[in-house]
């Protein structure tokens, strides 16, 4: 039953993008028509044995994500928790134990200020958390060479104004533009 679900999620995904550096590994666009899979990460693993594709149960993380955020109204930590026993459920059910799984992944997961940054796929994110990180990180300078601070956070605070707006036409409250984004 988890394989056709799992089928019929992968169907429903427009387009997958993996020419970004994304933090935690995915994401997903506003209209959730675009799925972004960092560029370092592998669509594979060896475990025992095996090839496992990991492209599935990540973009089978980010459709639940989306859709309890955007069709049940759930708060992005709650949708992100589900999303990820949907994710260990669907890893399992392929006979891969989440231990295993779970390791590989983590070795891809990048901190704040590796790489160079991108906030495309965050500009639709709902994660106010993430961004603040990301302008902490910018202002300790921890980017790489040839990136201007200034053109960073003028991306940051363009993602904040379009978080600030959605949230707005949802009838919840502004953030405070006063609150220090560090």
């Known amino acids: 039953m988890m394989d056709r679900a799992l089928d019929a999620i992968l169907r429903r995904v427009g387009k997958l993008d993996r020419s970004h550096d994304i933090p935690y590994l995915a994401g997903y666009s506003q209209d959730g028509k675009t799925i972004y899979i960092d560029r370092h990460m592998p669509p594979s693993f060896r475990c025992r044995g095996r ?31 589900i999303a990820t026993r949907a994710e260990q459920a669907a890893v399992r059910a392929a006979g891969i134990t989440w231990r295993d799984y779970d390791r590989f992944m983590q070795k891809y997961v990048k901190a704040i200020g590796d790489e160079r940054l991108d ?60 609150k220090p984004l560090t």
Do not use: C, W
């Open 51 to 81: 090839t496992i594709k990991t492209d599935a149960f990540l973009i089978l993380h980010e459709e639940v994500e989306k859709t309890l955020i955007d069709q049940l109204g759930l708060h992005y930590l709650h949708a992100h928790q």
């Open 119 to 178: 906030t495309k796929p965050y500009r639709d994110e709902h994660d106010l958390d993430l961004l603040r990180r990301m302008m902490a990180s910018i202002e300790r300078g921890e980017m790489p060479p040839g990136h201007r601070r200034e053109k960073l956070r003028q991306m940051i605070k363009q993602s904040m104004a379009e978080l600030n707006a959605r949230r707005v036409a949802r009838g919840l409250r502004k953030i405070s533009s006063r």
